[in-house]
């Protein structure tokens, strides 16, 4: 497996997300999504953030092979909940985040990283504000250059 920037792997799956209709890269991200961008335009937001690496292994790190991480990517996304329809809305942002695992798992290249999905939280109404938030969290498995 070659070297792979956790950047590069943020920017994969931002690009997937991106991809399906409705759904736009906002400038904030974690908690600054929601006070960013909840009062305006918050429908379809979505941020993509690179957390926490970890070492995969006790292993031997070569500078020429590189040393193989575990790191945390979060995804955390907006949905419109209108007063009067709470429930459908509430159907709706499960359902979109059931539509980014399927364009993270169908589309991102997976080369020199493998995904695992580890945690998807329901949509949660942000307190006084008509927005849903919930966050998906993958682990990546891949290498970062040494040199």
Known sequence: MAALARSAIRQRLATAIEAITGMTES????DALVGGTARSNSDGKFSVTVQSSTLSSKQRQKRAEGVELYTDIRIDYLSNMRADNAVADIDSATDRGEAIIAAVSGTVALTNLHLDLL???EPQQIVDQPVT???????ATHRIGLQ
């Open 133 to 139: 938030q919930a966050t998906i969290t993958y682990r």
């Open 27 to 30: 400038p904030f991200i974690d």
């Open 119 to 121: 945690d998807l939280t």
